[in-house]
T-cell receptor
Framework: DQQVKQNSPSLSVQEGRISILNCDYT??????FLWYKKYPAEGPTFLIS?????DKNEDGRFTVFLNKSAKHLSLHIVPSQPGDSAVYFC???????????FGSGTKLNVKP | DTGVSQDPRHKITKRGQNVTFRCDPI?????LYWYRQTLGQGPEFLTY????????KSRLLSDRFSAERPKGSFSTLEIQRTEQGDSAMYLC??????????????FGEGSRLTVL
């Protein structure tokens, strides 16, 4: 069963505009969430995280929002740049878990 | 380079052959994970080690799969009698703390397996 879902396999955005990537989860025991970015032929690299005690975390152009009641998180990239074009994975982990659960990814294409 | 390294990067084998992948984690990390990723999917958990102890294995890990981490340093993932369904990217990741949630996973570049 897929406990972390990314329902949009792809997203195309114009350079300079906002990119919004969404992620839903089903397990209420998850309390730590991360976004990873993956370029072709490379392993995923960590981008930004958020603990369940917060509802927002910002790092430069990247902001993650967490809505616990809706079991939903989103990643905002503002302004989007062509170098942001990659596959973005949402991941979740919980206190009693010893592993991350990943979504299926959203491929972001930022057009110049 | 002090990141996670995996070897080989790409392995092509015939069905029925055995393959072994190696992962060298970041040296001070005590947790080591193996994930598998197929096309269009996110990484799926296979197993993890806390130092040399293998603490959890996924149901995805059939009897043909075995992983070791002798002395709590590098790890190997062996697949015996490979099947075409084993074709995937095998990702290794390490984490510095007892609970991965206190930090992120650091991934290697992966070992791509193609079974003909």
């Amino acid at each position: 069963d897929q406990q972390v879902k990314q329902n949009s396999p792809s997203l195309s955005v114009q350079e300079g505009r906002i990119s919004i990537l969404n992620c839903d989860y089903t397990n209420s025991m998850f309390d730590y969430f991360l976004w990873y970015k993956k370029y072709p032929a490379e392993g995923p690299t960590f981008l930004i995280s958020i603990s369940s005690i917060k509802d927002k975390n910002e790092d430069g152009r990247f902001t993650v929002f967490l809505n616990k009641s809706a079991k939903h998180l989103s990643l905002h990239i503002v302004p989007s740049q062509p170098g942001d074009s990659a596959v973005y994975f949402c991941a979740a982990e919980g206190h009693n878990f010893n592993k991350f659960y990943f979504g299926s990814g959203t491929k972001l294409n930022v057009k110049p | 380079d002090t990141g996670v390294s995996q070897d080989p990067r790409h392995k092509i084998t015939k069905r029925g052959q055995n393959v072994t992948f190696r992962c060298d984690p970041i040296s001070e990390h005590n947790r080591l994970y193996w994930y598998r990723q197929t096309l269009g999917q996110g990484p799926e958990f296979l197993t993890y080690f806390q130092n040399e102890a293998q603490l959890e294995k996924s149901r995805l890990l059939s009897d043909r799969f075995s992983a070791e981490r002798p002395k709590g340093s590098f790890s190997t993932l062996e697949i015996q009698r490979t099947e075409q369904g084993d074709s995937a990217m095998y990702l290794c990741a390490s984490s510095p703390r007892g609970r991965a949630g206190t930090g992120e996973l650091f991934f290697g570049e992966g070992s791509r397996l193609t079974v003909l």
